[in-house]
């Protein structure tokens, strides 16, 4: 997890507030410390931070709680969504939509030009890995890509592009001969007509000195970029701030990529130093390999450096909607594996009461991503009477152990309730499929084990008939 240290403080914090009796003031003054202090260490800065955080404690003490949650999950939503604000300023752009208007207007004829995107920064920032893992990111989403190396600086750079780009299997130009980038673009400017998109990697410099703007004016000028993209390594914390500006006022940066988000602390730092900048991050590099790259969204970094989609707030819910000591003793007979259709209905009863069913697996880690048919979900909810009715039909021995009702019981009981053989052969099904999925939950199974018992349940949901 990139920015380990941050999502584990900001993770503990909101768990605070799950097990806080209320929400109040003092529980508020709590919140906004933790947070300060997670990401002080996390290396953002003192004034942005404290006007996050003054943020946060306004909305939480003055805003009115809307009906549809309670205290404490519309805390945890301020804190997400001011996080968000915090890493979301700037102008959000659609890259695939502008490459493809591009595409657009080359087949009408309008222009010759592919989309260009070219990479500036400092010595070893991540320009030329950058270069390809773009490449990659493109390439993987059907764009007729191609890269070009104006890096006549570093002997080895035009052979480290060509390397990368001949593993991606991406059409690369680079001429080792020629010492002035101008002309080597201008050389392959003709054939570079043919792709959709060309990606554009530059020399760097060990800082932005004169010559470095001269040069970068130079290639812009030729070039003519539709996206100049900063590269900026994490570790430069704080300092992230200062360097976007002075990039961004001298070469007119329209977003900045941070690398190597993956080795250091002081990630936080230059993500939301950068971030307040007039030139937003556009990706981050999370590692060496070229599948190591994200596009940065900060709604789902937010979610993820929160644990949002983890349990925390369906537990939080299940603990007010089922009391402990029935948690308790449901998770007991689940682990002995004998539980029975009692305790199959109340747990559906318990997440009747959780809310909509679709909600609940929102909360699931890996769930919300199955796309479970909303049929399925709303004849789930349904069931729940027809199952009343059957087990008001059956013998407490029955309730207590399902696996008696032989096929002369299962006429009785339906003729009993009025309810058909199918369905109660349905529940009966559910129940063993049910029991058997609990043996594999364990107290404290942690999120690993928790995922792959989702992975389970998704591989068995296709088997189960609702
Ligand atoms: N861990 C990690 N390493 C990275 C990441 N991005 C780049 N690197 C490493 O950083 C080093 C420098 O990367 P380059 O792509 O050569 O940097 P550059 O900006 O092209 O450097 P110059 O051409 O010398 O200016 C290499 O060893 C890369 O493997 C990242 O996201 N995570
Ligand atoms: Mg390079």
């Given at each position: 997890m990139v920015l380990e240290g941050l999502s584990n403080s900001l993770k503990g914090t909101l768990q605070k507030i799950t097990k806080a009796l209320f929400v109040d003031e003092k529980l508020i003054n709590e919140l906004v410390k933790d947070i300060q202090r997670a990401l002080l260490q996390s290396d953002v800065n003192v004034k942005l931070v404290l006007d996050l955080t003054k943020k946060i404690k306004e909305r939480a003490l003055n805003e009115e709680v809307p009906k549809t949650v309670n205290k404490k999950e519309h805390l945890i939503n301020i804190v997400y969504e001011e996080l968000v604000n915090f890493l979301g300023r700037g102008e959000k752009l659609d890259h695939q939509a502008r490459i493809s208007e591009k595409r657009d207007l080359k087949e009408k004829g309008k222009t010759t030009e592919p989309y260009k995107i070219m990479l500036v920064g400092l010595f070893g920032s991540g320009k030329t890995t950058t270069t390809g893992k773009l490449a990659n990111y493109f390439k993987k989403r059907g764009i007729k890509t191609a890269v070009i190396s104006?890096?006549?600086?570093?002997?080895a750079a035009a052979d480290q592009l060509e390397q990368l780009a001949n593993n991606l299997n991406v059409q690369v130009f680079i001429d080792?001969?020629?010492?002035?980038p101008v002309k080597l673009y201008k050389k392959f400017e003709k054939e570079l007509e043919k792709y959709d998109l060309v990606i554009i990697d530059t020399a760097g410099r060990d800082a932005l000195s004169d010559e470095l703007i001269t040069e970068l004016n130079a290639i812009n000028k030729t070039v003519k970029p539709d996206e100049t993209m900063l590269v900026l390594s994490a570790d430069i914390g704080q300092a992230a701030e200062k360097q976007a500006q002075a990039f961004h006022d001298n070469c007119k940066v329209s977003g900045v990529i941070i690398t190597k988000?993956?080795?250091?602390?002081k990630g936080g730092g230059a993500l939301i130093a950068c971030a307040v900048t007039g030139a937003p991050v556009k990706f981050i590099g999370v590692?060496?390999?070229?599948?190591?790259f994200e596009e940065f969204k900060p709604e789902g970094f937010v979610g993820r450096l929160l644990g949002m989609g983890d349990l925390e707030a369906l537990l939080e819910k299940t603990r007010e909607a089922i009391s402990e000591e029935e948690a308790i003793d449901m998770s007991k007979k689940m682990l002995k594996g004998d539980f029975n259709l009692i305790d199959l209905y109340e747990q559906m009863h318990a997440m009747k009461k959780l809310g909509p069913l679709n909600k609940v697996v929102d909360l699931i880690p890996g769930m919300g991503n199955m796309n479970i048919p909303k049929e399925l979900i709303q004849n789930q909810e349904g069931k729940i009477e027809k199952w009343k009715h059957l087990m008001n039909s059956m013998t407490k021995n029955e309730l207590e152990?399902?696996?008696?009702?032989?096929n002369t019981r299962i006429e009785r009981i339906s003729k009993g309730s009025g309810i058909s053989t199918t369905e109660l052969r349905g529940m009966l099904k559910q129940y063993r499929q049910s029991k058997k999925l609990m043996k594999l939950l364990k107290p404290g199974a942690s999120e690993r084990d928790m995922q792959k018992m989702v992975q389970k349940m998704q591989g068995k949901m296709g088997g189960v008939k609702f």
């Open positions: 104006t890096d006549t600086w570093r002997p080792k001969k020629e010492k002035d988000l993956d080795g250091t602390a590692g060496e390999k070229t599948d190591d152990d399902p696996d008696v009702i032989t």
